[in-house]
């Protein structure tokens, strides 16, 4: 069995918010392979045990920024025009799903609110696209395929219900 | 080689201002076409009126926001990320789905009410409207 080398690192923090901490200090005690040790009195520095840990090179050079809370999200800093515009598209698909929903109270047909649901998860998939912008994540263009697929099952489901009193004959 | 020049191209913060530009503009107008398709839900007096209106939400709405996206992620991971062309055509091939049954329900239901709609087309003419005797 190869040699463990556990040693202790102390690394430099930014974080002072104390909620952060916390977080980071759960992160560090569930992870098998790091331990939480001590706080310096300002907050400035942390010790930490590292189970197995063959160069604390790494940690400790110069270039090794400090851990710190991201500002006001680093991958989602954006020029104004952006950040605007994404504000507006969020509320006109907003309106556009209150619009759908009004027709789904509202329609005096069982087909109108078929239609209605139909409007509603496409204006939600939409949703879910621009928020995956907002977010800079990949994660939301899954969440709109899924979105997609479901409602028009749904819909193409009620519709058949609709024409022949049963869904699949 | 290849994994770091990727992660080099990779902008993490604001991206080029032409490229800003370009997502902004689309997001505006792709969700200025959905809430003008749902707003046309709402106001349009009969159901086959009303039938049109999603069809703006769904074909430009989507095109619009999906190349909004494109053109985020593109610029922003360096690399040409055509995914959410996915969405576009899977909406493409479903939306008719949907609108046909939909219409199909909503003919029966009225012919069924004896509302005003053209009535059943005969089964026992030719395609071209002229009796097969």
């Known amino acids: 069995m190869p040699r463990l080398k556990p040693c202790f690192i102390e690394i430099p ?5 104390p909620n952060a901490l916390a977080v980071l200090a759960m ?5 098998p392979g790091t331990a939480w040790g001590e706080l310096s ?6 010790l930490i045990h590292m189970f197995d840990l063959e160069d604390p090179q ?40 209150l619009c759908a929903l009004a027709r789904l109270l ?8 078929v239609m209605a649901l139909d409007c509603l998860y496409i204006n939600g998939m939409l949703m879910m696209l621009v928020l995956g912008i907002n977010y800079a994540s ?5 969440a709109a395929m899924l979105i997609a697929l479901f409602g028009f099952v749904a819909s193409t489901a009620l519709a058949k219900f609709l024409l022949r009193g049963e869904v699949i004959e | 080689m290849t994994e770091s020049l990727a992660i080099a191209d990779f902008i993490a913060g604001p991206l080029p201002l032409w490229a800003e530009i370009l997502t902004a503009a689309f997001v505006v107008i792709g969700a200025a076409f959905a809430a003008i398709g749902s707003f046309g839900l709402v106001r349009l ?6 039938i049109h209106a999603p069809t703006l939400a769904a074909t430009l709405g989507t095109w619009c926001i999906t190349l909004a996206t494109i053109t985020y ?19 493409a091939v479903t939306a008719p789905v949907t609108t046909i049954f939909l219409m199909r329900a909503a003919l029966f239901r009225e012919r069924q009410q004896g509302e005003s709609v053209p009535p059943e087309s005969r089964a026992d003419l030719t395609p071209n409207g002229a009796d097969p005797s």
Not at chain 1, 60 to 76: E, F, I, T, W, Y
Not at chain 1, 87 to 94: E, I, Q, S, T
Not at chain 1, 106 to 113: F, L
């Open chain 1, 106 to 113: 509202i329609g005096p047909s069982a087909q109108d609110r």
């Open chain 1, 58 to 97: 790494p940690f400790l050079k110069n270039g090794a920024r400090p851990l710190r809370a991201s500002v006001a999200g680093d991958l989602r800093i954006m020029t104004p025009i952006l950040f605007w515009a994404l504000k507006l598209g969020l509320f006109l698909l907003a309106v556009a799903m």
């Open chain 2, 45 to 50: 007096p009969t159901f086959f009126d009303r």
């Open chain 1, 13 to 17: 923090l930014q974080l002072r918010d």
């Open chain 2, 73 to 91: 992620f593109s610029v922003q991971g360096g690399n040409l990320f055509l995914h959410a062309l996915l969405i576009v055509m899977l909406v």
């Open chain 1, 41 to 46: 009195f300002d907050r400035s520095k942390l």
């Open chain 1, 138 to 142: 990949n994660v939301y263009f899954e």
């Open chain 1, 27 to 31: 992160i560090f005690c569930l992870t």
